[in-house]
């Protein structure tokens, strides 16, 4: 048997707020926030204290996970963790690699069409796609992820407008800004919509870098 702790952050993530309203943040202080959240924790609950830990996440966890981790295993002096280990799941760990290989797998997957795919060969990648730093061509990778974005699931990967096969529908959810209001949209099975990730904070954390 295993006990789950979830951490929404940084503050404006989920259901996770910021007191005073003010969600700026970076990397840095989100680990540091972190770990003073996994040391609460097991200072309220030491019954817990010496139970093997692992550290988990996913998508921007890439992230979050290690730099959380790399202070626990700094901070064991001051403050002992059983830790036994880290996971990442769909982890964002490198920038440059994470879009290179999703404008790949957007076409290996039929997101974009061959007309997009062929226009990125002769006007972006010197009629050269094996070798195109899709980083240096922005302009045109943010409109097709805008694309990808506005007609297709995240889920289920389809380029038409979903129908209920995931609660997650990013037509609707790139609308859903507070995640305590209750949204209702017929095209969704589920009636209750919650989107999980704030668009505040991926902004705010924008104008940061």
Sequence with gaps: MASVV???SPAGVGYSYSTDGNITTNDDQTSLENYVAVKQFFTTFPQFRHHATFIMGE????VYVPTLTARIVDGQKEFPINL???ALG???VNEKLNIDTSIRYAYGHGIID???WNTLEKDCCKGCIDSCDFTQVRAIISYIFHSWVSNG???TLTRFGCKGQ???DLDSGDSIRNPFETHYYDKIRSSVVYYPISQKVIIVTNEKI
């Design 6 to 8: 979830y951490i929404e």
């Design 59 to 62: 998508s921007y966890g890439g």
């Design 84 to 86: 036994k280990g880290m």
């Design 90 to 92: 769909n982890g964002y």
């Design 114 to 116: 061959e007309k997009t």
């Design 153 to 155: 699931c995240l889920a």
């Design 166 to 168: 995931d609660p997650v």
